[in-house]
């Protein structure tokens, strides 16, 4: 479809009058690129302002789980709807039932003086923790790498909210990895990877020990980086409506836009009830435009979500370059309605165009109808980020500090393998990844879909396991068959690791590899390095927010507290000082029976 085309197709929610105006005839027009957007240089640009139709309402009106109705069209843009009948009547529908009130019969939750509806819509992938496996039957393990740090910042929404959150949305490795551990830095662009070992005692579980593996990126110079072609996928439907929803995503882009360069292209889609075209591909000079395109967007109507993915793809594809970076950025709380709604089809759809060339990252936004289940999907198959924004402060680490590590892969289809020696480890058990498992076969074809990895970021691991000698969770089996002593090669080894990756548009991929053993291994936890110390610290947090039955009956918050404040070490930024207080804030629920 033309852009010229998909410009005349803006939703009917008042996006219609975004299209530029023409210069007045004979008037010479300055070029203004960039500035604080304000309604005369926004109207001059053909995008006015959306009123700020939160400001002044009570907490409650917008924080609750069902969003309130929206408000009525700005007086700024009185712009007549585009005939779309049937969509009209979809958003009629929903409109009266975003307003309908709650049924007396369900109970409120309080939050510092504040009533809210409970947080019962939420959806979340129902998946097991990984099991424990005996070596001696089972010794490779194979999953996709996860950079993904969504979970981290919604449980962090639950428990400033005063409640723990629910056990599915604890992904405890999107725990770990939402921090940096300082890992030495690969000095090669072609080998992007520098890994780190370490083992310690477990401190949670008598007679384990933890394998803790940790893969640094190479850091992409700001030079190397090359030229951008995005296209933001806003959803402005009803269920956007509040200050923690559709004003906070446009917040968060605008931290996007400040990093954007002359060579960088912009496009941007809203939907709501159907799907339009508000910003035609714009480069990144035009800072300004962007912006007030940004601030013209509100929220009301039902949920296009698969239509708009579709317009953004089509959006991309026309400026298409397999040279740049071709990302779609969707902002959203997951709650499609409309529409393509089918988690499978949308899947399908996002796994055509990653094959195709153009990625998918995902921004979570939201309480109450947050749909994790949608944003894990579209993400995990889009080779895309998967993070959740709670706070404007979270949007400046993804959007500002992690800029590079968000939009500029240095690897696709990460894989780590780990074979564990049966003749020094009887058991294994994998923390996290339980959404990232793969066959061990999967490991060698290039053809299976893993993870994306960004400029500077890292990966974190850990395994649990028992040493042979130690008492084991099951009993050996009677029959089993004995199996060979290991070979001489391998004396004291724990385990073998392997990572295999591509490089950014390569079809074959590439292998590193090292063995883990003793020179790997500290005494004690005390002694362990302090990057293994806080990911420890981390992991408990996650494994007791899980109530994980494998994690000692005595160990506690208390003892979390006190490895997590062992190994705080510099913290500019006060990122692990706020986790110490998450882990308090924990305890306190869990003694409150929240």
């Given at each position: 479809?033309?852009?010229?085309?998909?410009?005349?197709?803006?939703?009917?929610?008042?996006?219609?009058?975004?299209?530029?105006?023409?210069?007045?005839?004979?008037?010479?027009?300055?070029?203004?690129?960039?500035?604080?957007?304000?309604?005369?240089?926004?109207?001059?640009?053909?995008?006015?302002?959306?009123?700020?139709?939160?400001?002044?309402?009570?907490?409650?009106?917008?924080?609750?789980?069902?969003?309130?109705?929206?408000?009525?069209?700005?007086?700024?843009?009185?712009?007549?709807?585009?005939?779309?009948?049937?969509?009209?009547?979809?958003?009629?529908?929903?409109?009266?039932?975003?307003?309908?009130?709650?049924?007396?019969?369900?109970?409120?939750?309080?939050?510092?003086?504040?009533?809210?509806?409970?947080?019962?819509?939420?959806?979340?992938?129902?998946?097991?923790?990984?099991?424990?496996?005996?070596?001696?039957?089972?010794?490779?393990?194979?999953?996709?790498?996860?950079?993904?740090?969504?979970?981290?910042?919604?449980?962090?929404?639950?428990?400033?909210?005063?409640?723990?959150?629910?056990?599915?949305?604890?992904?405890?490795?999107?725990?770990?990895?939402?921090?940096?551990?300082?890992?030495?830095?690969?000095?090669?662009?072609?080998?992007?990877?520098?890994?780190?070992?370490?083992?310690?005692?477990?401190?949670?579980?008598?007679?384990?020990?933890?394998?803790?593996?940790?893969?640094?990126?190479?850091?992409?110079?700001?030079?190397?980086?090359?030229?951008?072609?995005?296209?933001?996928?806003?959803?402005?439907?009803?269920?956007?409506w509040g200050q923690d929803r559709l004003p906070l995503a446009i917040k968060s882009l605008n931290l996007?836009?400040?990093?954007?360069?002359?060579?960088?292209?912009?496009?941007?889609?809203?939907?709501?009830?159907?799907?339009?075209?508000?910003?035609?591909?714009?480069?990144?000079?035009?800072?300004?435009?962007?912006?007030?395109?940004?601030?013209?967007?509100?929220?009301?109507?039902?949920?296009?979500?698969?239509?708009?993915?579709?317009?953004?793809?089509?959006?991309?594809?026309?400026?298409?370059?397999?040279?740049?970076?071709?990302?779609?950025?969707?902002?959203?709380?997951?709650?499609?309605?409309?529409?393509?709604?089918?988690?499978?089809?949308?899947?399908?759809?996002?796994?055509?165009?990653?094959?195709?060339?153009?990625?998918?990252?995902?921004?979570?936004?939201?309480?109450?109808?947050?749909?994790?289940?949608?944003?894990?999907?579209?993400?995990?198959?889009?080779?895309?980020?998967?993070?959740?924004?709670?706070?404007?402060?979270?949007?400046?680490?993804?959007?500002?500090?992690?800029?590079?590590?968000?939009?500029?892969?240095?690897?696709?289809?990460?894989?780590?393998?780990?074979?564990?020696?049966?003749?020094?480890?009887?058991?294994?058990?994998?923390?996290?990844?339980?959404?990232?498992?793969?066959?061990?076969?999967?490991?060698?074809?290039?053809?299976?879909?893993?993870?994306?990895?960004?400029?500077?970021?890292?990966?974190?691991?850990?395994?649990?396991?028992?040493?042979?000698?130690?008492?084991?969770?099951?009993?050996?089996?009677?029959?089993?068959?004995?199996?060979?002593?290991?070979?001489?090669?391998?004396?004291?080894?724990?385990?073998?690791?392997?990572?295999?990756?591509?490089?950014?548009?390569?079809?074959?991929?590439?292998?590193?590899?090292?063995?883990?053993?003793?020179?790997?291994?500290?005494?004690?936890?005390?002694?362990?390095?302090?990057?293994?110390?806080?990911?420890?610290?981390?992991a408990a947090f996650g494994q007791l927010l899980k109530a994980d039955p494998r994690v000692d009956a005595?160990?506690?918050?208390?003892?979390?507290?006190?490895?997590?404040?062992?190994?705080?070490?510099?913290?500019?930024?006060?990122?692990?000082?706020?986790?110490?207080?998450?882990?308090?804030?924990?305890?306190?629920?869990?003694?409150?029976?929240?």
């Amino acid at each position: 479809m033309p852009v010229q085309k998909m410009l005349r197709s803006v939703s009917i929610l008042g996006l219609a009058g975004m299209i530029a105006a023409p210069a007045a005839p004979g008037i010479a027009q300055p070029v203004v690129r960039d500035g604080a957007p304000n309604p005369a240089a926004c109207e001059a640009l053909g995008f006015p302002q959306a009123q700020d139709y939160t400001r002044g309402m009570p907490r409650q009106a917008y924080r609750g789980g069902m969003p309130a109705p929206p408000p009525p069209p700005s007086p700024v843009a009185q712009i007549p709807p585009l005939p779309v009948p049937p969509v009209q009547k979809r958003i009629e529908q929903s409109e009266a039932y975003l307003a309908a009130p709650a049924p007396p019969s369900r109970p409120s939750i309080v939050v510092t003086g504040q009533a809210r509806p409970p947080m019962d819509t939420e959806r979340y992938p129902g998946v097991q923790a990984n099991p424990i496996k005996r070596t001696a039957e089972e010794p490779v393990s194979t999953f996709s790498v996860d950079v993904d740090t969504a979970s981290y910042a919604n449980v962090r929404r639950f428990l400033n909210d005063g409640s723990r959150p629910p056990g599915d949305a604890v992904r405890v490795e999107e725990l770990i990895n939402y921090f940096d551990y300082g890992y030495a830095k690969p000095g090669d662009r072609a080998t992007p990877f520098r890994p780190y070992v370490a083992v310690t005692p477990s401190p949670w579980a008598k007679d384990r020990q933890i394998v803790h593996i940790g893969l640094q990126g190479y850091d992409l110079p700001r030079t190397s980086e090359p030229p951008l072609n995005l296209v933001f996928l806003v959803d402005t439907s009803g269920s956007m409506w509040g200050q923690d929803r559709l004003p906070l995503a446009i917040k968060s882009l605008n931290l996007l836009v400040d990093q954007l360069r002359p060579q960088d292209r912009v496009s941007i889609v809203a939907y709501a009830g159907s799907a339009g075209a508000v910003l035609a591909p714009t480069d990144g000079r035009s800072k300004l435009k962007v912006r007030c395109a940004l601030g013209a967007l509100r929220a009301g109507g039902s949920t296009a979500g698969g239509e708009g993915l579709k317009l953004a793809y089509d959006l991309a594809k026309q400026n298409f370059d397999p040279k740049s970076v071709n990302r779609v950025i969707l902002m959203t709380d997951g709650d499609f309605n409309v529409g393509v709604a089918d988690p499978a089809k949308l899947k399908d759809l996002v796994t055509a165009k990653r094959k195709e060339g153009t990625y998918l990252s995902v921004y979570g936004f939201g309480r109450g109808n947050y749909n994790d289940v949608m944003m894990q999907t579209l993400a995990q198959n889009g080779n895309g980020t998967a993070a959740y924004i709670d706070t404007l402060n979270e949007a400046r680490k993804l959007l500002r500090d992690d800029f590079a590590s968000s939009l500029f892969p240095i690897a696709d289809d990460v894989k780590i393998q780990v074979e564990f020696n049966p003749s020094t480890v009887s058991e294994y058990r994998l923390i996290g990844y339980e959404t990232r498992m793969l066959q061990r076969e999967d490991f060698n074809n290039d053809q299976v879909d893993a993870g994306e990895v960004g400029s500077r970021a890292s990966v974190t691991a850990l395994y649990e396991i028992t040493p042979v000698g130690a008492p084991g969770s099951s009993d050996p089996l009677r029959y089993g068959a004995a199996r060979p002593s290991a070979a001489p090669a391998a004396a004291g080894e724990l385990a073998y690791l392997k990572v295999r990756y591509k490089l950014p548009g390569a079809g074959a991929s590439k292998l590193i590899e090292r063995p883990i053993g003793v020179r790997d291994s500290y005494p004690t936890v005390q002694a362990a390095p302090e990057a293994t110390r806080w990911a420890l610290a981390v992991a408990a947090f996650g494994q007791l927010l899980k109530a994980d039955p494998r994690v000692d009956a005595g160990y506690g918050w208390n003892d979390v507290a006190s490895l997590a404040q062992g190994a705080r070490g510099e913290d500019p930024f006060g990122i692990r000082a706020e986790f110490v207080q998450l882990v308090r804030s924990a305890g306190e629920a869990q003694s409150r029976g929240d």
